[in-house]
């Protein structure tokens, strides 16, 4: 039961990890909700940017994804 305890502990964190990459999952949601045929790609920038952004927070809050 460890392991469910870290994965709770970690999923606590989610809502404050958003939030420091709130600006980048705006820009995100911008593009995918411009277009309702969203095709594959078209908004790959702007997804890799907020997923670098997430990746950044975690490792300084020390914690996993």
Do not use: G, Q
């Amino acid at each position: 039961m460890e392991a469910v305890e870290k994965a709770k502990s970690r999923m606590k964190l989610y809502p404050i990890l958003l939030a420091k990459c709130s600006k980048a999952a705006a820009l995100y949601a911008a593009c995918v909700a411009r277009d309702l045929n969203v095709s594959k790609h078209i908004c790959n920038k702007e997804f890799t940017e907020f997923k670098n952004c997430l990746v950044k927070a975690s490792k300084e809050m020390r914690t996993k994804l």
